[in-house]
């Protein structure tokens, strides 16, 4: 079943890279990509200024992140379904224009709610943009040989905005404001959107395609419900009432889209594409292996900006430490995925990654020298760089070609989930060990029991991270260095469960995906099929 991709008036002139996709979809798409991955990134960039200046008291400062990340992780699916149905380059059009309204609502904030709403509706964007950038490129190359370079340049593009992400950050916070971060973003989504409208390659596939009302509501409740749970869990308590129910639903909601996708004529997500042992396993290390990723960001965000409160720019150093390897390592990451297996590129990224995260949670929290972060934070960037590449081309190179939308945002949707969870699961333990061990050394402190009682009570409002933030002078100030050590020993912890979640991954790679290379392609795969126009 070829692929229907419907050409574009005065398009038919196009030159064309090899495997025929016109270069004008790949800039497009590229651009696309790298765009939502610099919204997505650069808050944790600005984490310290959102504490200075909004005052976030416990789950808050999360949920700035996983605002955008929510909607990105429930609607990716969604959007694929449309992308394949109406066309991807309406998509692609409309999820630019969701950004530009989403970044300017953020960047005109005036306090903790309003930015939440903008980076919500910033996340819709983004969620548009993801897959159907992926399945554009996808749809656009007819044999593994040419989709594994295509890919490789999104995922590079992907990467450079995270890289990008942490210099405009950094420069925009340290020399104006937070804001002005998102008002650059605001102009990049405009150029990205009349790129996509210019340049852009219209292609669907609707064959067999519906959408699946059922299949989205379950899983839309189920993931909010889980992501709430997690991100208010030490805020509110393990036990209270809101997050029990929040757990009851998440799992309730998520049994119940399984048995929908199995009813529907036509799922959301075809269940049967996990048969495939390939496919299966990478997209489990997608979850996996990108919350460790992007656990391992926020951690060095939050070391970085509320706990050593160092400036936006001394922090994009890690941040481009994080996300400068997939552009620079592109030509080696290409030649490696079409001579070597991919479990042993899975492999050795995700084992990188691991080392990295040990080698980060034993630095002191004293340690503010950014020379200390190149060797752990660069090799879980350089593992980054190899797994995130590896992981898209086994899962879309291991479908028939015709599902190539449904692929690419299955693969999106779980990389961004494990995207999502980093931030939540990592907050979630790091505060939860930091506010128990500050409570037990505060009490067990020589200060005076004035001192005690404020620092306990700015505690109990705002947590460590607010313990961390009073002036010395202040009569709390005496509380800090115990705020400090309590919060770098959490954020520790936070590294250690990433670095044990990336080796888990690694030797999960190594082995469940021996022999995969010599099972039958699936119907369709590698075929050089040829646009219907």
């Not at 419907?6 to 196009?14: I, V």
């Not at 995207?419 to 939540?424: I, Q």
């Amino acid at each position: 079943m070829s692929i229907e991709t419907r050409t574009q008036p005065g398009s038919t002139g196009e030159p064309k890279p090899s495997g025929g996709l016109p270069v004008g979809t790949l800039v497009a798409g590229c651009f696309a990509v790298c765009l939502a991955q610099i919204a997505l990134a650069m808050p944790a960039t600005l984490n310290g200024l959102f504490q200075e200046d909004l005052h976030p008291v416990g789950s808050q400062l999360t949920w700035i992140s996983d605002a955008f990340l929510l909607p990105v992780s429930v609607l990716e699916l969604t959007f694929g379904v449309l992308g394949d149905l109406f066309g991807r380059k309406r998509l692609l059009v409309g999820g630019g224009a969701l950004l530009v309204a989403g970044e300017a609502l953020a960047a005109a904030s005036t306090g903790i709610h309003m930015l939440w709403v903008g980076q919500a509706i910033a996340g819709l964007g983004a969620a548009a943009l993801f897959p159907t950038s992926l399945a554009m490129i996808a749809a656009g190359t007819h044999s593994a040989r040419d989709r594994a370079r295509t890919i490789t340049i999104w995922a590079a593009a992907l990467s450079s905005g995270g890289f990008i992400a942490p210099v405009l950050g950094g420069i925009t916070g340290n020399y104006g404001s937070w804001r002005w971060a998102f008002i650059v973003v605001t102009g990049l989504a405009v150029v990205s959107t009349v790129l996509s409208q210019v340049l852009a390659t219209n292609s669907s596939a609707p064959q067999g395609r519906s959408l699946d009302l059922a299949g989205q509501i379950t899983i839309g409740v189920g993931m909010f419900a889980l992501l709430y749970a997690v991100i208010q869990g030490p805020a509110d308590g393990w036990t209270a009432t809101p997050v029990v129910i929040a757990y009851v639903a998440a799992a309730l909601f998520i049994g119940l889209f399984v048995v929908a996708e199995r009813r529907a004529a036509s799922p959301l997500l075809r269940l049967d594409l996990f048969k495939n042992r390939a496919f299966a396993v990478a997209s489990f290390v997608a979850v996996v292996g990108m919350f460790s990723y992007l656990g391992t960001a926020y951690a060095t965000s939050i070391r970085l900006g509320p706990i050593q409160h160092q400036s936006p720019l001394r922090g994009s150093f890690a941040f481009i430490l994080l996300n400068c390897w997939t552009l620079l390592l592109m030509p080696v990451i290409s030649r490696l995925l079409e001579r070597v297996s991919a479990r042993w590129v899975l492999g050795l990224g995700l084992g990188l990654m691991a080392a990295g995260d040990f080698l980060a949670a034993a630095l002191p929290v004293e340690d503010r020298a950014l020379t200390s972060l190149i060797l752990p934070i660069g090799l879980v960037g350089v593992g980054f760089a190899l797994t995130v590449s590896s992981i898209t081309a086994t899962a879309v190179n291991t479908v028939p070609v015709h599902y190539a939308g449904m692929a690419s945002a299955s693969t999106s949707l779980l990389r961004d989930f494990g995207f999502t969870l980093g931030p939540a699961v990592i907050g979630a333990i790091a505060l939860s060990r930091a506010a128990d061990e500050f409570a037990r050394n505060l009490a067990a402190s020589g200060l005076s029991t004035q001192a005690k009682a404020a620092a306990a009570q700015v505690a109990a409002e705002g947590g460590p991270l607010a313990s961390n933030s009073v002036p010395p002078s202040s009569p709390p100030g005496g509380a800090v260095p115990i705020a400090l050590e309590a919060l770098g020993n959490g954020y520790a912890i936070g590294y250690m469960v990433c670095g044990v979640a990336a080796l888990a991954c690694c030797l999960l790679s190594v082995i469940a995906l021996r022999g995969t290379a010599n099972e039958p392609a699936p119907a369709g795969l590698g075929e050089e099929e040829p646009a219907a126009v």
